[in-house]
C-alpha cells in the first residue's frame, strides 16, 4: 500500500510540473505592403497553423519571408527593402486573436488589416514561446546562426527597452525612428537594409499601449515613402511573473470572497488542461482502489486441501453391528 501511494504521489506531481511547464503561445505576423521579390507569386498570403518554435519562425522568415536578403551581410546584392522593423510585444497570445472583446483591440485590428492587405503576408497564429530568454535575444541570435556571415555588418538598431549592451544605438522616441527613416530612403538604393528592433513597451517614458506604438510605426513608415517590411512577435511569457496580469480567461473558477467578475472564465486551452488533470485524478483514485482490492483478496487465509465426507454404506454397516 505505500508503495502504491508514493507512486500515485508522484505521479499527481509529474502532472503539475506537466501543467506548469506547458508553454504559452504567441502569434507571429510577417507583412510588406509591396512584395519586394520575396515572392514569384503576384500575392502571397501564408497562414501555418502547425505549432512551431522560435528558432523554426526564424527559418520560415529568412527562408520564405525573404529576410535572407534583408538581415544577412551580404555586398553582392541590391538593396529591396529600406527598413525591416522587428515588433516584439508581450501581451498578446494566440487565443486572443479569435476573442470578441479584446483587451488591446487596435493591435488586433491593426495586425488583420495588415494582413489582410498587404501583397506579401505570413502568419505563424501558434509560435511556442519559453521564458528562458528574452525574445529579441533568441531571434536575433537565431538570424545570427542561419546567416553564413552572421550580423556583423548589417546596421541594425534598437529601442531603449531593448535588453542590448548600452554601447549600440538605441531610439528614446518615435522622432528618432523617423530620422533613422528619412535618411535610409535617400541612401543609394545599392545600400544595405536597417533593421529596427522595437522591443516591448517601445519605449521607457511610453505611456502608449502596443496598438497605438505600432499604428504610428506604420504611419510613419507609410508617410515617409520608404519600402518596409515588418515582422510582429508576441512573447506572451512575461506575464506569467506577475499572475494578476494574466487574461481573464487563464484562470479556473474559483468561489472566494475576492474572486473579481469574469476571473472563473475558463478558454479552450485552460478546459482541455482541466479536464485532462480531472480524468488523470480519477484514474489514479481507481488504480488505488484496484491495488487495495487485489491486495485484501490475497490476504484472506483459506485452507488449501479439504477431507472428503464419510460415504453413507459405510455408516450404515457400522450401525448393523452395533446391534
Same mark, same amino acid.
Given at each position: 500500500m505505500a508503495a502504491a501511494w508514493a507512486a500515485?504521489?508522484?505521479?499527481?506531481?509529474?502532472?503539475?510540473?506537466?501543467?506548469?511547464?506547458?508553454p504559452v503561445m504567441g502569434p507571429a505576423f510577417l507583412w510588406a505592403p509591396k512584395n519586394y521579390g520575396f515572392s514569384s507569386d503576384e500575392t502571397k498570403e501564408m497562414v501555418y497553423y502547425q505549432t512551431v518554435s522560435p528558432k523554426s519562425l526564424v527559418k520560415s522568415v529568412l527562408e520564405e519571408g525573404g529576410w535572407s536578403n534583408l538581415v544577412c551581410s551580404r555586398e553582392d546584392?541590391?538593396?529591396?527593402?529600406?527598413?525591416?522593423v522587428l515588433f516584439l510585444g508581450s501581451k498578446l497570445q494566440s487565443s486572443d486573436i479569435s476573442k470578441e472583446k479584446q483587451a488591446d483591440s487596435t493591435l488586433v485590428d491593426m495586425l488583420k488589416n495588415s494582413f489582410a492587405s498587404s501583397e506579401f503576408s505570413m502568419a505563424f497564429p501558434y509560435v511556442a514561446m519559453s521564458d528562458d530568454d528574452k525574445l529579441e535575444k533568441s531571434l536575433l541570435s537565431g538570424f545570427a546562426e542561419n546567416?553564413?556571415?552572421?550580423?556583423?555588418?548589417?546596421?541594425?538598431?534598437?529601442?531603449?527597452?531593448?535588453?542590448?549592451?548600452?554601447?549600440l544605438k538605441k531610439h528614446h522616441d518615435m522622432d528618432s525612428i523617423h530620422g533613422l527613416v528619412a535618411s535610409q530612403t535617400k541612401k543609394n538604393p545599392s545600400g544595405q537594409t536597417d533593421l529596427v528592433v522595437f522591443c516591448d513597451g517601445g519605449f521607457?517614458?511610453?505611456?502608449?499601449?502596443?496598438?497605438?506604438?505600432?499604428?504610428?510605426?506604420?504611419? /510613419?513608415?507609410?508617410?515617409?515613402?520608404?519600402?518596409?517590411?515588418?515582422?510582429?512577435? @508576441?512573447?506572451?511569457?512575461?506575464?506569467? +511573473? *506577475?499572475?494578476?496580469?494574466?487574461?481573464?480567461?487563464?484562470?479556473?473558477a474559483e468561489k472566494t470572497n475576492t474572486t473579481k467578475p469574469g476571473r472563473g472564465k475558463c478558454d479552450g486551452e485552460c478546459l482541455v488542461k482541466s479536464t485532462?488533470?480531472?480524468?488523470?485524478?480519477?484514474?489514479?483514485?481507481?488504480?488505488?482502489? /484496484?491495488?487495495?482490492?487485489l491486495k485484501c483478496m490475497m490476504g484472506i487465509d483459506t485452507? @488449501?486441501?479439504?477431507?472428503?465426507?464419510? +460415504? *453413507?454404506?459405510?455408516?450404515?454397516s457400522e450401525l448393523s453391528k452395533q446391534r
Open positions: 500515485a504521489v508522484a505521479v499527481m506531481l509529474l502532472l503539475a510540473q506537466v501543467s506548469a511547464a506547458a546584392h541590391a538593396k529591396s527593402v529600406d527598413v525591416a546567416c553564413n556571415n552572421g550580423l556583423g555588418n548589417n546596421h541594425i538598431t534598437y529601442t531603449d527597452t531593448c535588453s542590448v549592451s548600452e554601447d521607457k517614458d511610453n505611456t502608449k499601449s502596443e496598438g497605438e506604438l505600432l499604428s504610428e510605426l506604420v504611419t /510613419l513608415l507609410k508617410k515617409s515613402g520608404a519600402k518596409y517590411t515588418i515582422l510582429y512577435a @508576441s512573447q506572451p511569457y512575461g506575464l506569467l +511573473e *506577475s499572475p494578476s496580469n494574466l487574461p481573464l480567461g487563464r484562470y479556473l485532462l488533470l480531472e480524468g488523470s485524478f480519477v484514474g489514479i483514485v481507481l488504480l488505488i482502489i /484496484l491495488i487495495s482490492g485452507p @488449501s486441501k479439504f477431507d472428503a465426507p464419510p +460415504e *453413507s454404506g459405510n455408516k450404515m
